[in-house]
């Protein structure tokens, strides 16, 4: 049964430190794709690739966000210095390029006290 | 740029009932695809189904199944014989033909009474 995974499934930290989120997506997918939910905001698309590149990251705030992707199994989202404003709950999802469906992991929720 | 618009914030229904939740859009293109995805409160975002814009046979996953009317631009979900297990939210969303970045509504949160 092929999922995307994600660690950690929740995060409570201080403003100010560096958060890192992890996923991986359903192994042959080649598009990977980061999403924040909140209440007030929905659902955002931060960032996206596709075979590993960036194709996609003006979501997300660029002073202290960065996405990357250091191998086709791995795709990461940081924040730091992280602010209560990042409180949310991050997805990643992945898709396959020809298909533009994408399938969601279960999510990080991160708490910035 | 497109929006997808869910007038529905709440809705509630009976078990075993039959249950619609509309999906609204605006796009100036002609090849797309829609989705509706379910988000139960353990907070997954699950995949329902899927409609390509260029097909007019109206997709059916199950019990779930879509009303896709291209020219008034709808795409509402019909769930039938509804369950406990169907309480969430439903998210409908919307991609370009060859652009996966998806654009969601606002959702409707569906419960199902016993």
């Known amino acids: 049964d092929a999922r995307v995974t994600q660690t950690p499934r929740d995060k409570v930290t201080e403003m100010g430190q560096e958060v890192t989120m992890r996923c991986q997506p359903i192994?042959?997918?080649?598009?990977v794709f980061w999403y924040r939910q909140t209440m007030m905001q929905g659902l955002e698309l931060l960032a996206y690739?596709?075979?590993?590149?960036?194709?996609?990251d003006s979501g997300m705030p660029k002073d202290r966000f960065s996405a990357e992707m250091p191998d086709a199994t791995l795709a990461t989202l940081k924040i730091q210095p992280s602010e209560p404003r990042d409180s949310a709950v991050y997805f990643c999802a992945s898709g396959w390029d020809r298909e533009e469906t994408q399938y969601f992991g279960p999510g990080t929720r991160l708490l910035v006290l | 740029a497109q929006t997808v618009t869910q007038s529905q914030p709440e809705m509630s229904v009976q078990e075993a009932e039959t249950v619609t939740l509309s999906c609204t859009y605006d796009t100036s293109e002609s090849n797309y695809y829609l989705f509706w995805y379910k988000q139960p409160p353990s907070r997954q975002m699950i995949l329902v189904i899927r409609?390509?814009?260029?097909?007019?046979q109206n997709a059916t996953e199950n019990r779930f199944s879509v009303n896709f009317q291209k020219a008034a631009k709808s795409f509402s979900l019909k769930i039938s014989d509804s369950q406990l297990g169907d309480t969430a939210m439903y998210f409908c969303a919307f991609c370009y033909f060859g652009n996966e970045k998806l654009t969601f509504g606002t959702g409707t949160r569906l419960t199902i009474i016993p």
């Open positions: 192994l042959g997918h080649n598009t």
């Open positions: 690739f596709r075979n590993r590149a960036p194709l996609d």
């Open positions: 409609q390509e814009a260029y097909k007019q």
